[in-house]
C-alpha cells in the first residue's frame, strides 16, 4: 500500500528530540524554530510530560467517555486557572479542525442561525465546515460550499457591522493572529469593536486560538491583548505537546443537551495525561512569560536586519516578510545551518515558531545563521 501523496518531504528522519532540537538517524542535530506547526510547546520530551504519559499508560490508556474520567476535570481546572476562564465549559475533542467543527455547530446551536462571518487569509482547518471557513479556495471541494460563509477584510469593521446587522449570522470565527496566511494580527480596536457588535447583534464570537494560544504570544490567549472575552474558544496544538487532543471553550450562557455534541477518543485518560503535564510545565517553568521577552527580543533583533521588509507578530508567533520568495531561505537555513523554519500561505513570509522553552542563545544561533545567509546570498535580493 502507497501513502497517499499529502504533503512535499524533506529527506529529513528524526529519530530523537530534546528541547529546541532534533536529531536524525545520523545524529545530525537541528535547531527546531517551527515546533511541528507550532505544536510544541514545552519542548520536545520534556521529562514531565514524558513521565506523566508514561505513569498514565501503566494504568490505564483509554475507556470512552461512558464511564468518570477524573483526569478530564482536573485538565478544565489546570486550564480554567492557566487561561482565566474558570467559568468557561470544556469539551475536549482531538484536532483544531475538530475544534472549529463543534464550535460553530454550537453557535448555531445557541442562537438558531445558520450564517458565519469569516476574514479573508484565515485557516482554520481542513474538515467539512471547518475549510468552508477557510479562505483558501484550493483546499474546498464542491461539497465544502453551503453559501452559509460571509468573508469579511481583516480590521474592516464597517463590512462586519452591515453584515451581522441582519441578524442572520449565528457567528464572527477569527484567529487570535492569523497563523497559514503568514501571521497577521487583528487590530485591538478591531476586536474590542467586533466583541461590541457580536454582542449587540446577538451573534457568537469564536476565537480560534489553536495556534496562538497555550502562551504563543506572550500572553495564555491572544485575545487577552485586546482585553476582550469571547463566547467560544477554540485550542489545540500546543495542548498537548504533540499528543492529538484538542478543545472548545464555551462560556456559561451555552447550554448543553446530550445527543449535540460527542466524541470517542476526544478526553481519553492519555490525552488528558499529556493536557495536564503540559500546563503543569508552562506554569513551573514561566513558559508564557519566557514567549513574551524571548518573542521580544527576536523581534527587536530582526527588524534591525535591512532585508527583512516587515516583522509581524507576537511572543514566539512571528513573521517576517520579504521582498521575494522565502523558499530559498528557508531551504538554506535547513541544508546548511540545520534550522527548522515554517512556511505561509503568503510565499515572501517565513515563520518563526519555536518551542515556548527556546532560549536566548538559541535565538542568537538562529539569527547568526539568518544573518550569514542574507550577508552572502545577492540572488535573495532579487
Known amino acids: 500500500m502507497k501513502l497517499f501523496d499529502v504533503y512535499p518531504v524533506y529527506p529529513i528522519n528524526p529519530v530523537k528530540a530534546k528541547g529546541a532540537f532534533l536529531w536524525d538517524e545520523k545524529g545530525n542535530e537541528y535547531l527546531d524554530f517551527y515546533g511541528g506547526h507550532a505544536v510544541i510547546s514545552i519542548g520536545h520530551s520534556h521529562p514531565h510530560y514524558v513521565e506523566g504519559i508514561s ?6 490508556g483509554f475507556y470512552s467517555n461512558s464511564v468518570l474520567i477524573p483526569q478530564q476535570e482536573q485538565l478544565a481546572d489546570a486550564l480554567g486557572k492557566a487561561s482565566g476562564l474558570q467559568d468557561f465549559q470544556l469539551f475536549l475533542c482531538n484536532s483544531g479542525a475538530e475544534a472549529v467543527e463543534n464550535a460553530l455547530k454550537m453557535a448555531s446551536f445557541h442562537t438558531g442561525r445558520k450564517k458565519i462571518l469569516s476574514f479573508k487569509d484565515s485557516f482554520h482547518g481542513r474538515t467539512s465546515l471547518a ?9 474546498k471541494a464542491l461539497v465544502n460550499h453551503t453559501g452559509n460563509v460571509t468573508f469579511a477584510e481583516l480590521n474592516d469593521i464597517e463590512l462586519v457591522e452591515r453584515e451581522l446587522s441582519s441578524g442572520d449570522y449565528a457567528a464572527v470565527i477569527i484567529e487570535g493572529i492569523q497563523g497559514f496566511s503568514g501571521i497577521n494580527v487583528p487590530e485591538k480596536s478591531f476586536l474590542i469593536e467586533l466583541r461590541n457588535l457580536c454582542t449587540r447583534f446577538g451573534t457568537m464570537l469564536i476565537l480560534d486560538e489553536i495556534q496562538s494560544g497555550y502562551g504563543r504570544t506572550g500572553d495564555f490567549f491572544a485575545f487577552q491583548n485586546a482585553g476582550i472575552i469571547p463566547d467560544i474558544v477554540t485550542i489545540a496544538k ?18 448543553p443537551k446530550h445527543g449535540m455534541l460527542g466524541t470517542t477518543f476526544g478526553g481519553n485518560h492519555l490525552a488528558c495525561a499529556a493536557g495536564i503535564a503540559v500546563l503543569e510545565v508552562i506554569e513551573t517553568e514561566h513558559l508564557v512569560e519566557n514567549s513574551k521577552y524571548m518573542g521580544e527580543y527576536l523581534i527587536e533583533k530582526l527588524r534591525k536586519i535591512d532585508l527583512v521588509k516587515s516583522v509581524r507578530g507576537r511572543g ?7 521582498d521575494f520568495p522565502a523558499a530559498d531561505l528557508r531551504k538554506k537555513l535547513l541544508t546548511e545551518y540545520n534550522i527548522f523554519t515554517g512556511s505561509s500561505g503568503n510565499q515572501n513570509v517565513m515563520r ?4 515556548l522553552c527556546v532560549t536566548k542563545e538559541e535565538c542568537d544561533r ?8 542574507l550577508a552572502n546570498e545577492p540572488f535573495l535580493q532579487h
Open 55 to 60: 505513569n498514565q499508560l501503566k494504568n490505564i
Open 131 to 139: 475549510v468552508e471557513v477557510t479562505s483558501y479556495s484550493k483546499m
Open 238 to 255: 500546543g495542548m498537548g505537546n504533540g499528543f492529538p487532543i484538542a478543545g472548545v471553550l464555551l462560556k456559561p450562557e451555552i447550554q
Open 316 to 322: 514566539l508567533m512571528i513573521g517576517m516578510e520579504f
Open 352 to 355: 518563526l515558531l519555536p518551542p
Open 366 to 373: 538562529f539569527l547568526e545563521a539568518f544573518e550569514n545567509i
